[in-house]
Nanobody
Framework: QVQLVESGGGLVQAGGSLRLSCAAS????????MGWFRQAPGTEREFVAS????????RYADSVKGRLTISRDNAKNTVYLQMNSLKPVDTAVYSC?????????????????????WGQGTQVTVSS
């Protein structure tokens, strides 16, 4: 079973940047599709970004396009979320998710129900 550990969250002023990391325990991480989701208090979890295991397919929520960038380093079993031009509405707990997709190298997934493995989440707070 894949274990995911996020890091890099914190408090930042509006307009600032953060880089989230998600380290996976699974040595076959390179064939896992990965996603980032977020959940603010009182709201449902929402999709942020996803990347296929071969990196060919990347998707973003409209609300973060042009500001957030997802990437992966399969040699380090890590997926990243570079967050620039942050806004107070980006405040949430950010979680990474994984799905074994070795037979679908170019497929990305944007629904939380597609992902069986989740990290514990990291808090991102953007002050105005």
């Amino acid at each position: 079973q894949v274990q995911l550990v996020e890091s890099g969250g914190g408090l930042v002023q509006a307009g600032g940047s953060l880089r989230l990391s998600c380290a996976a325990s699974e040595r076959t991480f390179s064939t896992y599709a990965m996603g980032w989701f977020r959940q603010a208090p009182g709201t449902e979890r929402e999709f942020v970004a996803s990347i296929s295991w071969n990196g060919a397919t990347i998707r973003y929520a409209d609300s973060v396009k042009g500001r957030l960038t997802i990437s992966r380093d399969n040699a380090k079993n890590t997926v990243y979320l570079q967050m620039n031009s942050l806004k107070p509405v980006d405040t949430a707990v950010y979680s990474c998710a994984a799905k074994d997709a070795k037979y679908s190298p170019g497929v990305g997934y944007y629904s939380s129900i597609d992902y069986p493995y989740w990290g514990q989440g990291t808090q991102v707070t953007v002050s105005s």
